[in-house]
């Protein structure tokens, strides 16, 4: 198995997935600023004062369904092919899961260090400032953020062994 290939596909897949993933947080916020009312600090909430509203539980729905099953999930089995084809064999469990650990890891790494570090707390457009909660000290906190994708993290190990459970039924069944 050339694993240098296994995790240089992943990674280009995994960055195209968080470029679209930037893209659609922008065009969610441009709908409804409190689509990822959920996602701040608790303090920025509280002086936000109010409930996601029913446009942002709609717009964080469609996000959902949109990047979710409309880019992430057909990026993956776009990855998982072309990575096959390049290899010029089945991936099995073991390629599979890493492949697919890794492209989630990306994500996960791009979305803090990029949307929420550089991004949110660097720049700060007034697009991903909730109304009300302008220049508040929680909005510049680093912390926050790498606890809040720490405790994401166990998703990667998930994602892995699910796409690595896909790809090795649906090799066994083929």
Known sequence: ??????VGYALAYGLVMSVLFTAGVFAGAALSRDFLLNDYPEAVQERYGRP????GRRVALWFGVIFWGGCCLP?????ILHLRS?????????AAAVAGAVMFATLSLFDLVVLDWI???GLRPGLLVLPGTEGMP???DLGFHAVE???GSPLVVVVGLAVG??????EALA
């Open 165 to 170: 459970g896909v790809v090795a039924l649906a």
């Open 75 to 79: 990026l993956m089995a776009g990855a």
């Open 149 to 151: 994708a720490l405790k």
């Open 86 to 94: 390049a290899l010029g064999s089945d991936l099995g469990f073991a």
């Open 138 to 140: 929680e909005y510049r």
């Open 1 to 6: 198995m050339d694993w240098s290939l296994v």
């Open 119 to 121: 991004v949110l707390v």
């Open 52 to 55: 996601k509203s029913e446009r």
